[in-house]
């Protein structure tokens, strides 16, 4: 079983919406899951037909059918699609894939649907096939879905076991892997857990076991002494019970990689 990051180009975000001095130019990544039941694509990249969003975030496009053969695969020869949530910059190849299932939260089909939300047709297009899922689901031995609110209500994440530990395809529950360490670095010392052995430098990729990424070590946990403990996004510690060791982004190239503690914490709360 491997993961394969795909390139499908890039966006400007305004100063104002990034909360940033300049705007901020951010990649598309999605990633293409081998498995022995099947190819799973996670993301499609930037949609197009709305002028308005092109003025605004200046995507520049790359075609998923190049990216996919560069990565040996053609839309075809796919079975699987998850979306981690429907905004354009994410599901913007699904019209390519017309037949295939698509797995989505059913709360974020229907937030979809509602109009304002998305490129509409990007959502009900000639051959769309949705799969609705109320929460977790194991859709193929190994391969899970699990929600992960927050960007949006529906968000969802793809945790893929492997032998050496999990990859989480964790889409945008976080725009960058310094905000997923620092979520797990709470939550790390919430439960009292020493920092944890990991890191390298940033920009590892794909699937070679290079290393890259934020890491996560650093100083012993000092959670709950003389304060309250830093909250931290409470799905954290379902992902933590898959084991992961490396987390990668939907708009970072950064890579997180470490391990996570077990166990539940009582400070996890949304924020």
Do not use: K
């Not at 293409?32 to 996670?42: K, P």
């Not at 609705?132 to 893929?160: F, I, N, R, Y």
């Not at 070679?208 to 954290?236: H, M, Q």
């Amino acid at each position: 079983m491997s993961v394969r990051r795909l390139d499908l180009g890039y966006f400007t975000r305004p100063a104002e919406e990034a909360g940033t001095p300049f705007p901020r130019v951010e990649p598309v990544l999605a990633y293409l899951v081998r498995h022995e039941a099947g190819l799973l694509l996670f993301d499609t990249g930037v949609g197009s037909g709305d002028p308005a969003a092109d003025a605004r975030y200046r995507p520049r496009r790359r075609n998923l059918r190049e990216a996919l053969a560069q990565a040996g695969a053609e839309p075809a020869d796919l079975d699987l699609v998850v979306n981690c949530h429907l905004h354009f910059d994410h599901c913007g190849g699904n019209p390519l894939l017309a037949g295939r299932p698509v797995l989505v939260q059913r709360r974020e089909l229907a937030e979809a649907r509602a109009g304002g939300y998305t490129i509409d047709a990007l959502v009900d297009f000639p051959g769309a096939r949705y799969e609705e899922l109320d929460g977790e689901a194991e859709v193929w031995p190994g391969v899970h879905v699990v929600p992960t609110p927050g960007h949006t209500d529906g968000h969802q994440s793809l945790v893929v076991e492997r032998p050496e530990g999990a990859v989480v395809l964790v889409g945008q529950a976080f725009d960058f892997a310094s905000e997923f360490a620092s979520d797990e670095m709470a939550r790390r010392a919430a439960l009292g857990a020493p920092g944890g052995a990991g890191g390298g430098a940033p920009g590892g990729t794909e699937d070679s076991g290079a290393p890259g990424g934020t890491g996560d070590g650093g100083a012993p946990g000092a959670g709950g002494a003389g304060g309250a403990a830093v909250p931290y996004r409470p799905w954290l510690d379902r992902l933590a019970g898959f084991g992961p060791r490396r987390v990668v982004f939907a708009h970072d190239r950064c890579v997180w990689e470490g391990a996570m503690p077990a166990g539940g914490g009582a400070a996890g709360t949304s924020r």
